[in-house]
């Protein structure tokens, strides 16, 4: 896993964002009991005020960012998908590391 320092001190509780990025469908017709989605090895691009973030995730998906709190918009370089990962925005807050799971999707119908 990669870690993204762009903030916090030594001594300071850190601040950001873990969880797990998925694209989906996989494919046409979902079943019950196989899951509709899967995790994929990307690069988040967090930005905020015109300084840009990358953070890789695992083959697994999951993906740790330590940042400075703040809004941040979110992309996948490169793109990943149709249309917008979501959630497209995220709050980063003060201390905390919150949990935020991101989903691309696939269009396939």
Known sequence: ??????????????SGL?????????????????PCSAPV???LVFTRLAR???VRSNADGTYLALLAPGIYSVTTSPKIGFGVLKPARVEVRAG??????????TGIR
Not at 4 to 9: K, N, R, V
Not at 19 to 33: E, H
């Open 96 to 105: 905390h590391l919150d949990r935020i799971d991101f989903s691309a999707d």
């Open 18 to 34: 873990h969880g797990v990025v998925r694209r989906g469908p996989t494919s046409p017709v979902c079943f019950v009991g196989r």
């Open 41 to 43: 090895k990307t690069t």
């Open 52 to 54: 840009r973030v990358l």
């Open 1 to 14: 896993m990669v870690l993204a320092a762009a903030g916090p001190a030594a001594g300071v509780t850190a």
